[in-house]
């Protein structure tokens, strides 16, 4: 039987918030329909997981941490996966799949949205060869949609920690479309028939349970970008419809993205333990003076200027209480993976907007933390 959600990506953060969501609303009778994974990678691990999640039995998410002041402690059953595929092995149940699909969900990692040599327009022609990188699989896929039924309504929700992710993601179908030679009429199917909605997704996800199921904070969010002709896959408290996705985008990538990120760069700076966790940091009464002193300092001037403190300062004191989580071991080492990449992402567009904005700002930490060459998790530290 074919769900009414496609999902690329069988991660422990997908599992916790958008699957958690549907299972959540399909008890209240209020999400459009179950999930079909498509898990793109192979490993152990990964096999592990997707023949969990083919079992149908559903796993659990260990909700831990404070929120509103209080203590919780509980533990969700998630059973919204109803069906889980290999992109490699079972291609042609993908196809059925995405064909049938009325919503397209993933989240397919930091370099999820690269392109690869290798895929040429041949695939098209191909229904038994797939497609190396996920745009090229997903164009594949609307493809073999639009050639069999090109009315049907699809809404696409790119989960990637990508600034306006759908648009991103939706340009690069297309390029590649056109690169491909395919017909003007597909174009667009894939340009304006189709909807590409922009969303953000917040919540710390710590740990795995091992093969399926995760632990995860009290928090949760899904912002999205109200479009015309969008379908949800469900409603949901943690689901927020706003014409303001840049806010919640700032927030979350100079508050809470930005302080993982200087947390990491001490870690590496001072060479720290190797577990040390991000709450465990936050207790180290120097390195917590550091952090809020780049909060104060050289982030919340930014949002001033703006018109923006009464947010900031507001998700700031909600920010506090999760990075403080002692329930989530949260490691600095995970979090320094891909560091310089991440400090690009994080660090630069704070300081090229103070720039912009003529603020007499020295930003010190976060310049010395730019120019360092700490690219990522070094070895010896991952060996101590």
């Known amino acids: 039987m074919t769900q009414a959600i496609l999902q690329f990506g069988t991660g422990r953060f997908l599992q916790a918030h958008v699957d958690l969501f ?14 079909t994974v498509v898990q793109t990678t192979d490993s152990p691990q990964s096999s592990a997981r997707l023949a969990a999640l083919a079992s149908g039995l559903g796993y659990c998410v260990d909700i831990r941490g404070r929120m509103n002041g209080e203590t919780v402690a509980e533990t969700v059953f998630v ?61 594949v896929l609307l493809h073999h949609r639009w050639s069999r039924n090109p009315a049907a309504a699809l809404s696409l929700y790119p989960c990637e920690l990508v600034s306006r992710n759908g648009d991103t993601l939706r340009a690069l179908v297309l390029g590649l479309a056109r690169a491909w030679g395919t017909e003007p009429a597909f174009l667009a199917y894939v340009g304006e028939h189709c909807v590409w909605v922009n969303s953000l997704v917040d919540r710390i996800v710590s740990a795995p349970i091992e093969p399926i199921g995760a632990v995860a904070e009290p928090f949760a969010l899904w912002a999205i970008e109200r479009q015309q002709r969008m379908l949800l896959p469900c409603t949901h408290p943690a689901i927020v419809l706003t014409d303001n996705l840049q806010r919640h985008e700032r927030l979350k990538l100079m508050l809470l993205n930005l302080a993982h990120s200087f947390l990491a760069e001490r870690w590496q700076a001072d060479r720290r333990p190797r577990d040390e966790t991000v709450c465990e ?35 700031l004191a909600g920010l506090r209480d999760r990075l403080l ?60």
């Open 79 to 139: 059973d919204s996966v109803r069906e889980a595929l290999n992109a490699g092995r079972d291609w042609a149940r993908v196809i059925e799949a995405a064909t049938a699909a009325q919503v397209i969900v993933s989240n397919t990692a930091e370099h999820g949205y690269a392109l690869a040599e290798s895929d040429t327009a041949a695939l098209l022609r191909d229904a038994g060869a797939v497609p190396e990188s996920f745009p090229a699989k997903l164009l």
């Open 281 to 315: 940091a936050m207790n180290d009464p120097v390195l917590r003076a550091e952090l809020e002193a780049v909060w104060r300092d050289e982030v919340l001037p930014v949002f001033e200027a703006e018109g923006e403190a009464a947010h900031a300062l507001a998700y």
């Open 325 to 384: 989580n002692p329930f989530l071991a949260h490691r600095l080492a995970d979090i320094a993976k891909d560091h310089g990449e991440k400090k690009r992402r994080r660090m630069a567009p704070l300081i090229a907007r103070a720039k912009e904005l003529n603020l007499d700002l020295p930003q010190r930490r976060l310049h010395a933390a730019m120019s360092s060459n700490a690219e990522g998790a070094t070895h010896d530290q991952l060996q101590r």
């Open 22 to 35: 549907v299972s959540q609303a399909l008890a209240r009778g209020e999400a459009i329909g179950g999930i």
